[in-house]
Each structure stands twice: as C-alpha cells, then as structure tokens.
C-alpha cells in the first residue's frame, strides 16, 4: 500500500486537471502549425499550362487532359487539371514550381470523406490558341523565296553526292 500511495497522489491531481488534449469536434478545431502542407488547391484562373507541377510530382498524382475548347477559336484548348489526394504526399514541390501560385498547400488538415470525388481537386480552364502572325505581301514573298532557295539548295547537294 505505502507503494502505491505517491501514484495515488499523482492520479488524484490528475483528475482534476484540464486534459492535455483538444476538446474537438466539441470545440473549435486546432490551428495547424505554421508553414503546414494540408490539402492543395488549384487556381485555374492563374494556370498558364506550363506543366511544370506535373513534371516535378514524384507520386503522378495530378493528370493534365487536354481537348478542342467546345465553341471556342480553332486552335482554343480545353485544359483541366486534376489532383488526386489520396496519392499526393503533400511534398509541395508542385507549389514551389508553380510561377503563377495556381496551387497551394493550405493549412486544412482535416481531410476526411467517404467517397474518392471527395479527394479530387481539379479546375478547368480555357487556353486560347495564339493570334496568327500577320505578314505584308512582300514578308511572304520573301519567306516563298527563301523555302524555295532552301529547298533547291538541299535538292543541289543530293545531286553532288548520290552515295549520302
Ligand atoms: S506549374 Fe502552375 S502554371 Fe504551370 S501548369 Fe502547373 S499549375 Fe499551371
Ligand atoms: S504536393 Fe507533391 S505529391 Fe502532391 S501533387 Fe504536389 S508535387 Fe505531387
């Protein structure tokens, strides 16, 4: 008994003392600590199509489709980004190459669902093909006769040495 007698001690204040752990979902969920890697967004506003994040992701988690802008300019793409979660490691080197800050890391620790849409963020946005040069008669002239003078410059090589 006279063992146990300075743990009964211990256990007695201990019941009277606030708990150590947070009282959530009953209260206001914990603040993440600074500089924490939560659940990424995707600003598709911002994305310049670089393709950058999708390089430096080790995990392949986000995939790029791409296809004719539906009403859009011949030439206008339809690009749509989409993260999965469930395969991202939250190393943020996707955000740290994104020049435009289209992606961050957010500090939303709580990443709970129950089906994997839940787990997909993605963002669509449009590409606009880029506006057609437009040449003076004479600036097509001179690039006519200058493929021409090219071609025949390759056609008299061929011509000098058969063997090649
Ligand atoms: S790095 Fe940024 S701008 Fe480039 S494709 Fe990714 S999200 Fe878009
Ligand atoms: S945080 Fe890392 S793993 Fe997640 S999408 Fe970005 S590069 Fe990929």
């Known amino acids: 008994m006279a063992r146990i007698l300075p743990y009964l001690g211990t256990a007695l204040i201990n019941l ?7 009282a959530f979902p009953k209260g206001e969920p914990p603040k993440a600590q600074p500089n924490y890697r939560g659940r990424l967004t995707y600003d598709a506003a911002k994305c310049i199509n670089c ?4 390089r430096v992701c080790a995990p392949n988690c986000m995939t790029r ?5 539906p009403g859009g300019e011949p030439g206008d793409l339809e690009v749509t980004f989409t993260f999965d979660l469930t395969s991202c490691t939250f ?11 289209a992606i961050v890391l957010t500090d939303d ?4 669902g129950s089906e994997p849409q839940d787990f997909i963020v993605s963002g669509t946005f449009i590409k606009k093909a880029p506006p ?3 040449y003076t008669p004479e600036q097509l ?6 493929a021409e003078a090219k071609k025949k410059a390759a056609a008299e090589k061929a011509a000098a040495n058969p063997e090649q």
């Not at 009277?16 to 947070?22: A, L, N, Q, V, Y």
């Not at 190393?91 to 800050?101: I, R, T, V």
């Not at 620790?109 to 709970?112: K, N, P, R, S, T």
């Open 16 to 22: 009277f003392r606030k708990p150590s752990t947070e």
């Open 51 to 54: 393709g950058l994040c999708e």
């Open 65 to 69: 489709t791409q296809r004719p802008a």
């Open 91 to 101: 190393c943020g080197l996707c955000a740290d190459f994104c020049s435009k800050k």
């Open 109 to 112: 620790y709580m990443m709970v």
């Open 132 to 134: 057609k040069p437009k």
């Open 141 to 146: 002239a001179a690039m006519k006769a200058a």
